[in-house]
């Protein structure tokens, strides 16, 4: 038979799944005899089995709960509900992933109108009794009868008023009395049912409120943004109560062992005298520094002190704990490891180490790795930030702090950068013709397009502020303003983005510029000594590279030859290329584009070093080359001297149902194998150029979109042949690689045939996974939220390699691929590349580098180094 | 070492992939004792070399040429250019698959200016043998020297003016010998070089022009039309002349074994007396029919009746045989399996299991699948056919004949309809919104689109005519013309489509019904006993299900639920349902589709009686069931009694980048569950209609698009819960399956995990193909084609499924579904169902069933019978 209920001394920190983290951890805190009030635990299994029998406790339950009950009435000497020196509990929510605020909690539980005399008698404090049961009444009455707050709050403040008083302390106790009565009438009124009497009638309603606060709108929201899994389920812990509001010499405070915000080694919390828990969190009194209790109790201080200093080395970690003092006796109420900043979490583990608690290993496995990009990026001046108005919300889709005046195209955008203003580019969405002005631009905000839009992509790239798919700003482009509600906001307005949450701020706010700690750099040696991956960056330009090595890339994975054409110089050539009607034209064009392409590669290559660097091919459609816009198609006719007619013809060609499926990648070169004889040549003659001025570098040229072998062989070819004309021509040598990304299901099925021809593998998991799961990354935000919500996903696969599908394609492709060559190189190119998760499965594919943008690249040491760790047997 | 040439008593029948067919068949017939003229074959793998050896003949295959050539003049005791008694050869292209005319020939090589006096006096025939070295002349000039045939003709049309002759019989040898000396001087001028006077040389240059013309652009064209790979190669038959023109007891003719139009049991051919094979070509004289040999020369027809005979029996099957007569002495040129329509193939395989020379296995392979689909359809008269004209050609996307006034919407082609006129469709493209037009048009054109976009498969489905992607055609549809170069056909202008070759001709052509022979049936009932595979019919209307039960479909294995939402009466309801806020408008609006979607389940349940159908839940984007012009959506808001601009929005919304990795299928579903709901609520309420009413049927339910495991289960859940509410309701109860589609990769990869919860699979190659090789079905066509010429595809993945790529993802996911339930019922219900590899590649798989269109149940049933016998073993 399932066990449905722990006592405390039953419970250990390593039961979090099953007790919940507070359960878990007031269970070690009894075995380690720490002074916990006793109590009992209902396992988070239970609150699943709960939903399962319709929402109701059964009966074998709560008889399992009632002989706890006994146990806890034997421990403590006391009885629920007893009339002369009645058990009080508290009965607290506590899932095995900390959820704080988001469920509920309800104190004093066990007071009626005769228990109340009761505690009156037991403790000699009537006051403290009568003011106990109106707390309990409040409570109870808002979280398990859902009776809105404000009902009790008016009775309570009427009487104030009455009396002419300002603190609730000078109640007397028949003011207290009057208002229970007061309390009893409203719930009466709003309940259709009496203030229950029966004290195990409060407890299993109590214990059925936390269950149902598990699916809440506030917990469901919160788990959403958290991706934790419905499926865990809270526990309920009834413990006890201690009371901090029993006088001078009584109350409550919480602390972390660390600082918090910059991990100094010091106790750091608040603590109030003569209060419960809730007042510290409601906010009525201010808390005093925790550094005060020294003076007022210092026996307890010390004690806590103590305990505190026992739990940080019991667990190895940060403590965030919570206590009560009543009558000069300290209770621990609570442990848990403490949430920190970034910058903690790095000088603590690093701190910690040297303290001799932690291994290099255990200190590596400490900081999140999702975490430290904040410290790369300007960040809002605090204070400023608190005086700041929300305007709106939209998707966190690169972080940072930017602020700046709105332009709503990318000429204006680079007009004001020119003119030394700070610019935000505002958009619906961007397009690669946008790019220019995403580089001028200090943030992007666009109204639609999610995380893996083309803003955000890009804008992760240049490490640059985006939020995107912002829904209540509605752009007007034209008309160069937006609209959030019925405030406008014109062209030249200032706004600030925060794209670490997707926050939106009036007018602009001051930054603070990234600065890399001593930690820091400590921790990342330890890191990169212990990792296995390499990491390379995703990077187009020699200004990308340079960062990404900065923040130690090792290699460029992902050189996009297509952002090099966008650029103001280019797009013309580019443009008459794809408008060219016959070979010769379009080998023209396309000869003006090569010393441009040269130049580019020269600069990165000089940039990179002895490092690889892996350049693609072509690769979108070639109508993301041309414009959409009417006024923009007249002006490239009269440019391009052709009728607008025939240009809207051809741009009416190039259209296509699905262009995620369509012409592009190699399958362009097919057509136009001059496209890449040009890239081609662009590539080996920069090699030479650098080779002959003392550089080293090996190209890695890599074909896009292959999904036969066939396709990758055509393509080969023309690398081959155009490399041996320009050597010759040249007389050099450039050692070089021909590879292929796997991005198409059919190249990962049948990867033993292209590994035949491939000498290394890149993974492009943005498409892999779009064309595995059949989601359009450009229009699956729309369902893919739902689906997260209904429990269908329980992460945005785009965000996350999807190991069950997707990786399981990899997994095919890396077995069929080494088994055709055991050479084979093999990385990751994707947008997957800088999320820990998929790092770690990876490191598990046994894949020799993962590649991401320049700001993930120090996310991507440290976590590549967790998964050597976690996978080190 | 490789050999290269093989003698003719060193080939056989079987080896046709080396020696061609010709080369095989000539090696056979000496074989069997049949008088055949000695030589010998160059093989097809010499054609392959000669192309690595950069279009040279190597020294090594020239000496191997010559060893066999003296065995030759050993064994005819005539010399190649022997002034005395010179051996003459033929030089023929042959390879393993037949090309009729693609490729060249050169007759009468060795002649020269001292053999042609040999052969005049070893003939005795002076006029003889300068006619040839005029006609060797002359074919040599054009096959290997490429000069243009009107400078021969000219000479020769000249000097027959000159001397007021009409037939080349009546020059003399003078005219000849001038001829010829005239023709000396074309070649110089036109060649820069003298007519060889080397014999040797003649012999190579000609084997050099046969193995050139392997890659001759009508050879070229003709293989990409038939699927016939470049690899194979042609063989060069060289054989020794013999001369069907030696005068009036020598002659040249071709007969087929049996009728090759119906199959009848008789000689069917053709002769000319005096004359050589290029004669009956080139229909200068008109040949006589084989019968009248019989007077003429008796002897000879005996013997060639005989050889005949031995011919057909020997193969097993009805040959065309080339014969020539040389002075009363028979000679075998050639035999070749005869082409032949399918209703010929059909009866002589039937004829020949009565003769008892096939068993009824043999008869079944005789049979080509692809062919048979003519039987079903309407034809054009054939003497109507041969006078009109042709206005222009496209894709032959579904087969069949017919004649009507051309149409450019919808409604004005059911408004001809309604007048009883015959109406054609002609659109830019087809979408679901036409259906109506489709069902009441007697045929479709269009001229953008491919062999799978909508026009193709809806017409398919209905067995109607239609001709996709006719790049002339320029459609006017709001000006109602469309235009073909200068020509403009308006609306009520009367065209015809002949849908299996794809040609448009002028005007209407008379066309006749289908008649199915008692052969076909006979045959198909010995098909039906062999099969293993199970054939169901992609049905979506009642009218479609009685066709296909006809055919002998044995089920619906795809019953598409959104062409019934497009009809007039229901179109409004379903908009409304799109355009709904709220649950509760959206419920009204499904409420008033319920009973017709009742009433059509009812039909189709009734027409299928016990045989099962499969239904699937919507699948379609929302967007596809809303207008797109601005006319259209003006009117909408009218009848919505919504502004435009808030249904523009709202269009707009719909949209989708890539609508078909999109919000559909089951996705749908999960955002609005009520509209399965009420198709599920239909189905089985049609269910419990039939069953009260004494019928049987077990719905097979179908959820579509599955790509996760959980996307299943959510709607698994909508089924069963709908399903239990309408059984209680009604007091009944209906067995029912619930099953899905593979066609996304990743449920085929997680197939066990799917297979837990469904009880089919149903797979859908369409999507899973567009997913696994990442191509738009709707745009690929562009790319392609290119691929196909480029030789990267082989086939089209679209018309036979990938076995290598996304048959692997089939074969995945079969294993992986039996393993998990091993009962599970396996279907296939894409395109791909009617096309024989594919179903061949279902028979190994071990699928249930094949679905396909009612029009081609019957290929299906004969393609699943010969994999039966393919693979009996």
Same mark, same amino acid.
Not at 445 to 453: F, I, Q, V, Y
Not at 723 to 736: G, H, L, P, Q
């Given at each position: 038979m399932t066990k449905f209920v722990y006592g405390f001394h039953e419970g250990r920190g390593d039961m979090k799944l099953l007790l919940g983290g507070k359960g878990a951890n007031l269970g070690e805190m009894t075995s380690i005899g720490l002074p916990v009030p006793e109590g009992f635990t209902i396992t988070t299994e239970t609150c699943n089995q709960y939903y399962r029998e319709g929402s109701k406790l059964w009966d074998e339950l709560q008889k399992e709960i009632l002989t706890h009950l006994e146990e806890l009435q034997k421990t403590t000497g006391k009885v629920l509900g007893d009339h002369k020196n009645p058990l009080l509990v508290s009965v607290r929510s506590g899932s095995s992933v900390s959820m704080p605020g988001m469920m509920d909690t309800i104190l004093n539980l066990g007071l009626n109108d005769a228990s109340v005399e009761g505690l009156a008698q037991a403790t000699g404090n009537p006051r403290f009794a009568y003011d106990s049961y109106r707390r309990f009444m409040q409570m109870f009455g808002e979280v398990v009868l859902h009776i809105q707050k404000y009902k009790f709050d008016h009775i309570l403040e009427n009487k104030k008023t009455e009396k002419n008083i300002e603190e609730d302390t000078e109640l007397t106790v028949d003011d207290l009395k009057d208002i229970i009565k007061k309390y009893k009438q409203v719930v009466q009124k709003e309940s259709n049912m009496g203030f229950p009497q029966d004290t195990k009638e409060q407890l299993f309603m109590a214990i059925e409120a936390v269950f149902k606060s598990w699916e809440n709108p506030r917990a469901k929201v919160y788990r959403k943004l958290n991706d934790i899994p419905a499926s865990l389920g809270t526990a309920v812990n009834i413990q006890s109560m201690v009371f901090g509001n029993m006088g001078d010499a009584s109350g409550t405070g919480v602390a972390f062992t660390r600082n918090p915000s910059n991990g100094e080694k010091k106790l750091f919390g608040e603590y109030l005298i003569n209060a419960q828990g809730e007042d510290v969190v409601a906010g009525i009194r201010t808390p005093k520094p925790i550094e005060e209790l020294k003076q007022r109790m210092p026996k307890v201080y010390q004690q806590f002190n103590d305990a505190a200093e026992i739990l940080e080395k019991h667990y190895g970690d940060m403590q965030d704990i919570e206590f009560t003092i009543e009558n000069e006796k300290l209770y621990m109420l609570q442990t848990r490891t403490g949430k920190r900043t970034a910058l903690a979490a790095i000088n603590i583990a690093v701190d910690m180490v040297k303290e001799g608690s932690l291994t290099k290993e255990e200190a590596i496995m400490r900081v999140e790795p999702a975490q430290i990009e904040q410290l790369l990026h300007p960040t809002f001046d605090e204070k400023a930030l608190e005086e700041a108005t929300i305007i709106t919300t939209g998707l966190p889709a690169s972080s940072g702090a930017a602020s700046g005046k709105v332009y709503f195209n990318p000429e204006d955008v680079v007009a004001a950068k020119a003119r030394g203003e700070k610019a935000i580019l505002v958009r619906t969405e961007t397009s690669p013709e946008d790019i220019e002005g995403m580089v001028a631009a200090e943030g992007? /905000?666009?109204?639609? &397009? &999610?995380? %893996?839009?083309?803003?955000?992509v890009v804008a992760r790239g240049m490490g640059k502020c985006c939020i995107a798919g912002a829904g209540e700003v509605r752009v007007d482009e034209p008309g160069k303003v937006f609209h959030v509600g019925k405030t406008t906001y014109k062209e030249g307005d200032y706004i600030s983005l925060e794209g670490t949450k997707g926050m939106v701020y009036h007018g602009e706010i001051i930054t603070k510029d990234p600065q890399l700690s001593g930690s820091f750099m400590e921790l990342m040696t330890w890191v990169d000594k212990t990792r296995k991956l390499k990491i390379r960056t995703n990077a187009d330009t020699s200004r990308d590279a340079e960062k990404a090595i900065e923040f130690g890339a090792e290699g460029i994975g992902l050189c996009r030859t297509e952002h090099m054409f966008f650029e103001e110089s280019r797009i013309t050539a580019v443009r008459k290329m794809i408008l060219a009607t016959n070979e010769a034209d379009r080998k023209k064009a396309l000869q003006q584009l090569l010393p441009m392409q040269r130049q580019d590669f020269v600069e990165i290559f000089k940039t990179m070093g002895e490092r690889p660097v892996t350049v693609r091919l072509l690769d979108p459609p070639l109508h993301e080359f041309l414009p959409h816009e009417e006024k923009d198609i007249e002006q490239l006719a009269i440019k391009m001297e052709m009728p607008v007619k025939q240009l809207r013809e051809v741009i009416e060609d190039l259209k296509e149902v699905n262009p995620m499926l369509g012409h592009r990648g190699c399958r362009l070169a097919v057509t136009y194998p001059e496209i890449y004889e040009m890239q081609v040549r662009a590539i080996l003659e920069a090699a030479i150029i650098v080779k002959n001025e003392g550089g080293h570098v090996i190209p890695e040229i890599m074909i896009p979109l292959v999904g036969e072998l066939k396709e990758l062989q055509y393509n080969k070819d023309i690398v081959?042949?155009?490399?041996?004309?320009?050597?010759?021509?040249?007389?050099?040598? #450039?050692?070089? /690689? #021909? &590879? %292929?990304?796997?991005?198409?299901?059919?190249?990962?099925?049948?990867?033993?045939? #292209?590994?035949?021809?491939?000498?290394?593998?890149?993974?492009g998991t943005n498409d892999l996974t779009q064309m595995t799961y059949g989601y359009s990354r450009d229009d699956a935000g729309k369902f893919i939220s739902q689906y997260k919500d209904k429990n269908i996903l329980a992460k945005d696969p785009f965000q996350q390699i999807d190991r069950k599908g997707v990786g399981k394609l990899m997994e095919i492709a890396v077995e069929l691929g080494k088994k055709a060559r055991p050479s084979i190189k093999l990385g990751i190119c994707g947008e997957h590349g800088g999320d820990p998760s998929s790092i770690e499965f990876c490191h598990l594919l046994g894949l020799e580098y993962v590649s991401c943008s320049p700001y993930r690249v120090p996310v991507a040491r440290l976590a590549a180094a967790q998964s050597a760790i976690r996978h080190s047997n």
């Open positions: 992007i /905000l666009t109204s639609k &397009g &999610g995380m %893996t839009s083309h803003a955000a081959i042949n155009t490399a041996k004309e320009v050597m010759e021509k040249n007389e050099a040598s #450039i050692d070089y /690689l #021909i &590879g %292929t990304m796997i991005e198409v299901p059919r190249a990962a099925i049948t990867a033993d045939e #292209i590994a035949e021809e491939a000498e290394f593998f890149s993974f």
